[in-house]
């Protein structure tokens, strides 16, 4: 049988991504993605960073709209309008993001197997066994090495041992269309999302994408939110089809094995504040196909070799994660009211032109953003009233 370098399991912008360095870099890879066609059926809102777009060469045509600014309205309906003067982030169309992925893979020489489920992974001495439906056939492969990206909701990385996530969220979505909304617009509330955030995000004039995140019942509370814009007039079409998808709000206990990687969502290598994964699976996978190639190199794919690319990623992401997962857990204990006073606070002191002023804070990085809000004199005084502690800098999983 075949023995390819390295089998990616999940053909998303991670597994796409790690398969198309690694094929880059001259290792046989092969791509096994349950979906028929690549890019469909993905609940996804597709808003990534300016710094995204520009680490990751993301081309432009799959840029639907960029954004420079955005309405954040308080459970009571207080309104901030954060904006910049170069636009901070974009909407991508999913689809065709990652398909150009896919065919940057492709022109590396990443074999791709669609409609090809895998089942189980067994890991050997000098290789992986990998066990896949395709088409209703079973399909063998075996690889010195295995990337788990499936994204939210399969179960190889814990069948592998690396546990599960610590916490996590349901998002839902619909397209919708609108009376001519053409700002982000983000909601706050404990009836609109409890504990999170909505959002009404434009794409191509006048369609737009509307979601929430919450731990309980998202359908109910994205439909009453459709139907409370409805009734604002800034969407015409409420009865649209409703998707759903699994986020992570931590990361697994482990990323790695013998002759294992986890990267992307399946990871949990997302940000805690706003559920987004697209960048933190890219730049992710980007380090586990350096440390795939160093380990395929020297013929070392012990787990203890492989266990630098652990080190790596939360080198890079953990302090941000660790202290978006305290904002979030913050934010999740604030009443409505809390969180409108808050708004008037940020207003009436000047805290959103401030912050915004300060150019080193970014869509990408939130981390530095909650800790300068939360050093604010005003907000610390008023978080002291409402008792609810928050030390960003003790943060305990
Ligand atoms: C409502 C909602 C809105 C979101 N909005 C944003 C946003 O605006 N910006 C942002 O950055 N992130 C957003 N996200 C998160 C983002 O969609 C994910 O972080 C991102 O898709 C993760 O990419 P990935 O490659 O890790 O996994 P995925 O994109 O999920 O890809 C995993 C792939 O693996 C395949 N697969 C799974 N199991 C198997 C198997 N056993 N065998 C073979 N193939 C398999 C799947 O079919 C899929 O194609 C949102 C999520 C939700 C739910």
Request: charged share 25%.
């Amino acid at each position: 049988m075949k023995l390819y370098d390295v089998a990616v399991i999940g053909g998303g912008p991670a597994g796409s991504y790690t398969a198309y360095k690694l094929a880059g870099m001259g290792y046989g890879v092969v791509v096994l993605e349950a979906k028929a066609r690549l890019g469909e059926r993905v609940c996804c809102t597709g808003l990534i960073g300016r710094e995204c777009v520009s680490t990751f060469g993301i081309d432009d045509k799959v840029i639907l709209k960029w954004a420079n600014s955005a309405k954040l309205f308080s459970p009571s309906g207080r309104l901030l309008r954060v904006w910049r003067q170069e636009p901070q982030a974009c909407v991508v169309d999913r689809a065709a993001f990652d398909m150009a992925i896919v065919s940057r893979a492709q022109g590396e020489g990443a074999e791709y197997l669609l409609s090809s489920q895998v089942r189980g992974v067994t890991v050997g001495e000098d290789r992986v066994k990998i066990e896949a439906t395709r088409q209703g056939e079973k399909l063998d492969l075996d690889a010195r090495a295995v990337v788990i990206a499936t994204g939210f909701g399969s179960r190889l990385a814990e069948g592998l041992g690396l546990g599960k996530f610590g916490d996590l969220v349901t998002g839902a979505q619909a397209e919708v269309e609108t009376t001519g909304v053409d700002e982000v617009e983000v909601y706050f509330g404990q009836d609109i999302a409890p504990g999170f955030f909505a959002w009404l995000v434009p794409t191509s004039s006048p369609r737009a994408r509307v979601g929430l995140l919450s731990r309980l019942n998202p359908g109910h509370y994205l439909r009453k939110l459709m139907s409370s814009l409805l009734a604002q007039g800034k969407v015409v079409l409420a009865e649209a089809e409703l998707s759903y998808g699994g986020i992570p709000l931590k990361p697994l206990a482990r990323t790695y094995g013998q002759r294992v990687i986890v990267v992307g969502s399946a990871a949990g290598q997302v940000k805690p504040t706003t559920g987004g994964g697209i960048y933190y699976g890219l730049i992710c996978a980007d380090i586990a196909a350096n440390n795939l190639h160093r380990a395929l190199a020297s013929d070392a794919l012990t787990a203890k070799n492989l266990a630098n690319y652990e080190r790596e990623w939360k080198g890079k992401l953990g302090r941000e994660l660790k202290r978006g997962y305290r904002a979030r857990k913050f934010y999740e204990r604030l009443s409505d009211q809390q969180i409108d006073r808050l708004f008037d606070i940020i207003k009436s002191s000047g805290i959103d032109e401030a912050l915004l002023s300060e150019e080193d804070l970014s869509f990408d990085w939130h981390a530095e953003a909650v800790l300068r809000l939360l050093a604010h004199k005003a907000i610390s005084k008023a978080i002291g009233v409402m008792k609810i502690p928050f030390r960003a800098d003790k943060i305990v999983y």
